[in-house]
């Protein structure tokens, strides 16, 4: 039985662990196992594919938005050429990674699944390896839920959704979260006639709900959205596909050429038999850990994806960190999700940090929330480019702190670092005051919040009366 000094399960944060390694240690042996393209889901099926796929609509949005001053037409979108570049991209990167691993002498790369046959012990490609340090980095993979036809009548994922080489006259979208959303207003404002079903009774529904109602008054104008309606069963006929749905005041049927399903990921870790290892997981399947992302066998660490709490990479990357420090240096580094930014890239594009209102109002109490406002629009390059949206900053009075902040609106994943980095390095509010911001631009909106707080029921009344 080989033995390693570090196991690495999946190429994608995990790999911070191995350079770390090999870089403090250059004597160490590490295994390296992934049964995908190398890269992690981020590159190869997530993050930067669908990103180098829809980036191209922001213009068209910018010109629908300045289109009284703007006389241009756009003829269409080249899908072709987009997956082209997007595949070349993906493949490129992710050929670059496999070439490393396998070159280096100090790692085993394992191109195969693996599963856990005891604790501390694997069995990749017929052998048994074993360490005393394991990393799982194993991803998630798209949640396919059961519905009467679906197998049968086929279907698209986010990951499969990447093989297309010519985009659908007509989609249908079953699922109203960041993976539908942002693919729903890629392929409305590409041309494709779009239709989103979901259950639940509004579209992104962990964000702010009058940020989810601006997103869906914008992409109701290119796509038509259906929420509150359960798809029950699907249907081909006519070598289309008829998506039946139920709502409270009855049913609806939706005929597409093809069908998305984007409601939501489940974990890989059943490839891996964690329970073999002595590992647990909860009842989903997520690898459960500890505060210092160590899962109940010592030595254990499981980081993105796998442990099912914030699924970005920006997030496993950090883990990652933490965990190798934990492992190695016995550091004791808790991580801290308090300030966990993320984006939807639709248009107009949302981004939030931190807590939700309601989650605010009920941790410290209602009186003790205020909630900074101001619109893009308000500002002087907001103004040039007709944009539509705004920030909304939730702070403790009594601390002074940023609990919370969610921004709708051109550049709004840029404008969200600002108040991350803040609530970081746990500053109150006012030093975003304080700091001089350039005048026009839109980083004045995060300001100009700060500088007008009100009531959460103030809050409330103005934006019934304004938005």
Not at 53 to 81: M, R
Not at 196 to 222: A, G, N
Not at 230 to 245: D, L
Not at 357 to 372: F, H, M, P, Q
């Amino acid at each position: 039985m080989q033995e390693y000094d570090a196991i690495v399960i999946g190429t994608g944060s995990g790999m911070i662990v191995v350079d770390r390694l090999l870089r403090e240690n250059p004597d160490a042996r590490v295994a390296v196992i992934d049964r995908d393209m190398a890269g992690g889901i981020c590159l190869t099926r997530g993050c930067i594919p669908s990103k180098l796929i829809i980036s191209p609509v922001e213009v068209i949005y910018d010109l629908e938005n300045l289109s009284e001053f703007i006389d241009a037409e756009v003829k269409g979108v080249n899908f072709e050429k987009i997956m082209k570049r997007m595949r070349n991209k993906v493949e490129s990167e992710s050929r670059m990674i496999e070439k490393s691993l396998k070159e280096f002498d100090r790692i085993d790369y394992f191109r195969s699944s693996a599963e856990f046959t005891a604790p501390y012990v694997l069995e990749v490609d017929g052998k048994h390896i074993r360490s005393e340090r394991i990393f799982i980095s194993s991803g998630s993979r798209p949640l396919v839920p059961r519905i009467d036809g679906l197998e049968d009548s086929g279907y698209l994922t986010s990951d499969s959704l990447l093989h297309l080489e010519d985009m659908p006259e007509s989609l249908v979208i079953v699922g109203g979260g960041y993976i539908a959303i942002e693919y729903g207003n890629f392929f409305a404002r590409a041309g494709c006639d779009v239709t989103i079903i979901e259950m639940l009774p509004r579209i992104l529904s962990s964000e702010e709900p009058e940020i989810s109602r601006l997103v869906h008054q914008e992409l109701s104008e290119h796509a038509d959205i259906l929420t509150s309606h359960r798809v029950v069963r699907i249907e081909k006929k006519g070598g289309k596909k008829v998506v039946h749905a139920m709502g409270d005041n009855g049913g609806r049927s939706v005929t597409g050429e093809e069908v998305l399903v984007a409601v939501g990921r489940e974990p890989n870790s059943d490839i891996l038999r964690p329970e073999k290892g002595g590992i647990e997981t909860d009842e989903r399947g997520w690898i459960k850990v500890n505060r210092y992302l160590e899962t109940n066998v010592r030595g254990v660490y499981a980081v993105g994806d796998a442990n099912g709490k914030h699924m970005f990479r920006h997030v496993a990357n950090r883990e990652a960190v933490i965990a190798y420090m934990n492992a190695f240096h016995d550091a004791k580094i808790e991580m801290d999700y308090s300030a966990i930014p993320h984006a939807v890239f639709c248009q107009p594009e949302v981004a939030s940090v931190g807590l939700r209102e309601n989650e605010a109002v009920e941790k410290y109490g209602r009186e003790n929330i205020l909630i900074g406002f101001e619109e893009i629009k308000s500002t002087g390059k907001g103004q040039g480019l007709n944009a539509k949206g705004f920030a909304k900053i939730i702070i403790n009075r009594e601390t002074e702190r940023i609990v919370g902040a969610h921004v709708v609106g051109k550049a709004a994943s840029v404008l969200i670092q600002e108040v991350t980095t803040v609530m970081a390095l746990n500053a109150p509010f006012h030093s975003i005051l304080h700091a001089i911001h350039i005048h026009p631009s839109l980083s004045e909106v995060i300001s100009w919040a700060c500088g007008n707080l009100m009531s959460v029921d103030d809050y409330h009344r103005k934006i019934e009366k304004e938005l």
